[in-house]
Structure formats: structure tokens, C-alpha cells
């Protein structure tokens, strides 16, 4: 299956110009391939290209502090660092600080996230009820509007802190989860002016409304809410954890159980709400720790108060592997599936995965190992997003919505990792969409697995 124009012209191409690493303190002891001691640095420039928000450039980079080595692969300190920008405006900007030893017996993240999207992806609410037409967005269609219309523009800041405790240090598989998020969202439409500067006539966008625009005129999406607002989540929950490792395991559990409250004195607007949320990850060795079986299972309920439409994809986790946690679609959910195409109040997602370490070597005197993947992802609306379509145009209705209830997404795929000293994951994963209504194909490099 051909990947569509859009899809190519969002392709992220992280291309690995420089892996410097340096071990500042002491030396690998003799006959010790797979221990490492003091200090790593891994940098990755990475160059991007897109149609709408013209070339990216920055860098990314995580230092990571393994002490006297004594825990390899587990690690002291680990700093990760991102920092990218658009030519048409779109910015990333990123610290994640994540430790076992800062605190004696937690664990303890920090996260500080400033992201402009000048294109975010918003397709509707509840999956299947909300219908994706293609040729809203295709140039060469008779029913092209815009090749944004399925976007808003979303400016995002989030402070985040998590900590992990034993609740029996004698069984550290049980632990304890507390921590707490602050967002504020600036949302509007897309910025046409900004989009079609330095664009020839011809390849300008047209300024008319976008599916955002008329979800906000009918009333579906609230007016208090079309605007953004800040928020505090206050989360407390239950770690279950075998694994061996922490960075693609070969044997082990992880499971997680979050109760999320957003109260009223800290949000913008009138209502609370309350979440809950479980994760499950299974690992089982199939061969020697080479070929490994993987699996997550991911479900999020609204146990009361009212979301707000901006919210409503964003998923709990105990940790952020990556700038954005939401959902579901795309790199970190349903890889091949549009970005937020299944949104709701309640959710439930699935991945499988066969992970395969083909080669394994020293790299600059580190620890160095290539290996593929191939997976399938699934998810669905478990429970709808209530709207109100009295205000939308009978002709309109039956262009937009649909009346049934959502029903199963799925993609498939393969994937490419390379791994330095085994935290340090350069990840490329090409998933494909079973249905058009979800779109064709999605090509993503990132940091890390999927899970």
C-alpha cells in the first residue's frame, strides 16, 4: 500500500549525522561487554521537512550517569533534552529528567514540555461517528476544501512530576504512584497567513473554515472550551513490575492502575472530572533474549465531571517516553492511523509485537545492538463523547456523522531499532491502516520503543 502525499510530507527524517559518547569516569572492566560505567551522551541532529510547516531543525540528546556500572543496563540519571523549530513557526522545546537514586527508594521524573502545533490533527469525536473524508484534503479532489481542514492550532505547556515507591521494600515489584500535571492549552483555528508565507500564489492554502471551526459554530465544541484553558491533574495509582530490564525487557509484567482528579480551583472552567486508567505490558522470552513477544493493553474510563474536548486524548502514564501522551493514533498509540482519530471519554487500545535482536556488537567501545519488529495495533471508543448536533444543518449531518457506534481500528507493520548501550533507542516504525476512514500509512523516528 502506497503512503499517501500527506503522509510522506509529514514524514519526520531524523538522520543520525553524530553519535558522540563518552565515558568521563573509570572503564569498562576486562571481559564485561554489557556493563557500563559513568557517563554516556547520545546526540542526534535531525533535519524534517513539511508542506505546510516548511524544514525543522534542532537537535535532541539524553545523558545518562551509570554510576560505578554495578546495575547496567539500569542507569543513576538520565537527562533528555529536545529543542526544534519550523521555519512557518511550529516549536518544540523539551527537558525530561527521570532518576531511581535522586530520592533513597523512588523514582522520580520531572518533565517540562513547550510545544506550538500550528497543525493539529482533530478529526471529530468517537471514532467511526465522526466520518473522515479525504478528498476534503487532496488538491486534485472536485471536493477539496483545504489540505488543513482536518487541523487546529494548539499551543501547549505542561509541568509534570511523578514519583514510584515501594509499598514493601522486602517485594519491590508492588509500588506506590503519586505525582501531579499542569497544562495550559492556547487552541484556535489554523493560522492561514502564517501557512502560506513564502508560498507561490498558486500553493497557497484558501482561508475557509475547517471541520474546528464548524464544530465550534454548531456548539459541539463548548465556547468556554474553544479556546484552551490551564488544568491540574492530581494522580495517585499501583505499579505492579517484573521486568529485567527497563528498556525493551525480554521477561516480566508491568501493570499500572491510575485513579486521575482534575479539580475545579485549578481549571479554567466549571466542571471537574475524574479518570481512570490501566495499563497492562506482558514480556515473554522466546529465544535466548533475541526474539521477544510484547504486548500492551491500555484502557481509560471517565468515572465523572465533564472533559474538555482538548483533554479528552490525553493519556495517564507514570512516565512520558515522549513530548506529547495522547491519542489514540500515531506514533505512540496506533501507528499507521491518523493522529487523534479515535477520541472519547472512554477508550481502549492494544499493541502486539515479535522483537528481533539480528545483530550485536561494540560501537566506539559501547554496547551497540540492531533489531526489527513487526506488530499490529488495535483500539476503539469504549465510551462516547456526548454532542449536541441540534444545531447542525440537516444537509451538513449526514457529510459529517454517522450513527452508529465506533468499532475497531486497526494497523499493522514493521519496524527498525538501533540501540546504544541499551537505553539509548533510535526507533523507525512504518505502520499501515487497515481502513481509509482512518487514513493509508504513517512513517515514524522517534526515540525508544513503543512500550
Known amino acids: ?47 524534517s521537512y513539511d508542506s505546510d510547516l516548511g524544514f525543522q531543525y534542532g537537535g535532541l540528546s539524553n545523558l545518562y550517569w551509570y554510576g560505578d556500572g554495578s546495575e547496567y543496563p539500569a542507569y543513576c540519571h538520565s537527562l533528555y533534552l529536545e529543542a526544534s523549530m519550523y521555519t512557518a513557526g511550529s516549536t518544540l522545546l523539551r527537558a525530561y529528567y527521570d532518576s531511581p537514586k535522586l530520592l533513597t527508594n523512588i523514582r522520580t521524573t520531572i518533565d517540562f514540555t513547550w510545544y506550538k502545533d500550528q497543525t493539529m490533527d482533530f478529526y471529530g469525536f468517537n471514532g467511526y461517528q465522526a466520518i473522515y473524508n479525504k478528498n ?9 476544501i483545504t489540505r488543513v481542514f482536518y487541523n487546529h492550532h494548539r499551543e501547549m ?36 497567513s ?47 513490575d517484573t521486568r529485567d530490564k527497563e528498556t525493551n525487557p525480554s521477561k516480566g509484567v508491568w501493570s499500572e492502575l491510575f485513579l486521575t482528579y482534575n479539580p475545579v480551583f485549578f481549571s479554567s472552567h466549571k466542571h471537574h472530572f475524574t479518570r481512570i486508567s490501566f495499563v497492562h505490558r506482558q514480556y515473554i522470552n522466546l529465544s535466548r533474549k533475541k526474539l521477544i513477544f510484547a504486548y500492551r493493553i491500555n484502557l481509560q474510563h471517565k468515572c465523572g465531571g465533564t472533559i474538555p474536548f482538548y483533554l479528552l486524548p490525553h493519556i495517564t502514564s507514570s512516565t512520558l517516553g515522549s513530548a506529547t501522551s495522547q491519542g489514540l493514533g500515531g ?43 513487526i506488530f499490529s495495533d488495535i483500539g476503539t471508543v469504549t ?23 465506533d468499532n475497531i481500528h486497526l494497523s499493522y507493520g514493521l519496524g527498525l531499532k538501533a540501540a546504544l548501550n541499551e537505553n539509548f533507542v533510535v526507533s523507525t516504525d512504518l505502520g499501515f491502516a487497515q481502513s481509509e476512514d482512518d487514513g493509508t500509512s504513517g512513517l515514524y523516528i522517534n526515540l525508544n520503543y513503543l512500550f
Open 194 to 240: 502564517k501557512l502560506n508565507k513564502r508560498k507561490k500564489e498558486k500553493d497557497k492554502l484558501p482561508d475557509v473554515p475547517g471541520l474546528y471551526d464548524y464544530y465550534t459554530e454548531w456548539g459541539i465544541i463548548n465556547k468556554t472550551e474553544k479556546s484552551g484553558g490551564n488544568h491540574l491533574y492530581l494522580k495517585a495509582g499501583l505499579s505492579y
Open 157 to 192: 505547556t505542561r509541568f509534570s512530576s511523578n514519583f514510584k515507591g515501594y509499598i514493601n521494600p522486602s517485594n519491590q515489584a508492588f509500588q506506590w504512584i503519586a505525582g501531579f500535571t499542569f497544562f495550559h492549552f492556547n487552541i484556535g483555528p489554523v493560522d492561514i
Open 1 to 47: 500500500m502506497p503512503i499517501s502525499h500527506q503522509t510522506t510530507t509529514r514524514i519526520k527524517i531524523t538522520i543520525a549525522l553524530a553519535i558522540m559518547t563518552t565515558n568521563c569516569f573509570g572503564s569498562n572492566p576486562p571481559n564485561s561487554t554489557y556493563r557500563k560505567e559513568g557517563f554516556t551522551l547520545g546526540v542526534l541532529p535531525a533535519i
Open 136 to 144: 476534503f484534503e487532496e488538491s486534485t479532489s472536485p471536493d477539496y
Open 383 to 405: 465510551q462516547a463523547y456526548n454532542i449536541d448536533l441540534s444545531d447542525v444543518p440537516e444537509e451538513d449531518k449526514s457529510t459529517f456523522f454517522r450513527n452508529n457506534n
Open 331 to 373: 506514533a505512540k498509540t496506533l501507528r499507521g492511523i491518523k493522529r487523534n482519530r479515535v477520541v472519547g471519554n472512554g477508550t481502549f487500545m492494544g499493541n502486539i509485537e515479535v522483537r528481533y535482536k539480528f545483530m550485536r556488537t561494540k560501537l566506539f567501545k559501547q554496547d551497540f545492538y540492531l533489531a526489527t519488529n
